[in-house]
């Protein structure tokens, strides 16, 4: 791959996490606005419940991330730890299992010998990391980075509904405001996620409307249950 291809795979990546993010963001807290607004809840309340469940969701989003970047970062270092060690005491054997894995690309033993002692003797462990263990050097793990991204992505997600609420100020035709917007930013959202990967406009968008329309329901239907046997 080459090296421009490599930082466009890799900013994909950081993009679509991103707009996954905002995703959550944006269906678990309308979802959660349209569940205590069918349960009859005052302006005030559903607009407290929001902005909870943005904080909680941002913070949760944040410390899931983080916990499984760094057991990543971690495991990583215990790997590279490890083939250090048999690259000291096991050189020959590291060296064939290198040389292995080039014939298996594809390349004649001898060659593939060949380039094995030459990338050792340029660097044995990155060429370990990279063709053994597949520890590309640029992905390096940033769990605090990670985190941050994914707390504010969600945060953006989840202020759309919540400036509906804050605007609309009134609960009469809030259910409706916000499945209706929400299904737009969510139709947005799917879109510029299929458009990024390269994946199907149509199916992309249509797939997480659709389980954000399930998601409003069930929580529609939950509020208001709850809001007839609580009152
Ligand atoms: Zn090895």
Redesign the pocket.
């Known amino acids: 791959m080459r090296h421009s291809e490599y930082h466009r795979a890799h900013r994909i990546g950081w993009l679509r996490a991103s707009v996954l993010g905002a995703n959550d963001g944006l269906i678990s807290t309308a979802s959660l606005i349209i569940g205590v607004t069918a349960a009859h809840s005052t302006h005030e309340a559903i607009l407290m419940t929001g902005i909870a469940g943005l904080v909680g969701g941002a913070m949760s989003m944040a410390a899931g991330e983080y916990v499984s970047v760094s057991s990543q970062a971690d495991t990583e270092a215990a790997d590279l730890l490890r ?1 250090s060690i ?2 000291e005491t096991d050189h020959e054997n ?1 060296l064939k ?2 040389a292995n894995i080039y014939v298996g690309r594809g390349l004649t033993p001898d060659l593939a010998s060949q380039v094995a002692v030459q990338l050792t003797a340029h660097d044995a462990l990155g060429s ?1 990391a990279t063709d ?1 263990l597949g520890i590309i050097e640029q992905m390096n793990a940033r769990p605090t980075q990670a985190a941050l991204a994914s707390a504010a992505t969600f945060a953006l997600g989840a202020s759309l509904p919540l400036l509906i609420t804050y605007t609309v100020n009134t609960t009469s035709n809030l259910l409706l405001y916000i499945s209706i917007s929400t299904l737009i930013f969510l139709a947005v959202l799917g879109g510029l996620a299929a458009k990024i990967g390269g994946a199907n406009l149509w199916v992309g968008t249509a797939r997480v409307a659709c389980w954000g329309l399930f998601a409003m329901a069930i929580t529609a239907a939950t509020g208001s249950l709850l809001g007839v046997v609580v009152n």
Do not use: C
């Open positions: 083939e048999e690259l590291e299992e290198l370990h053994e």
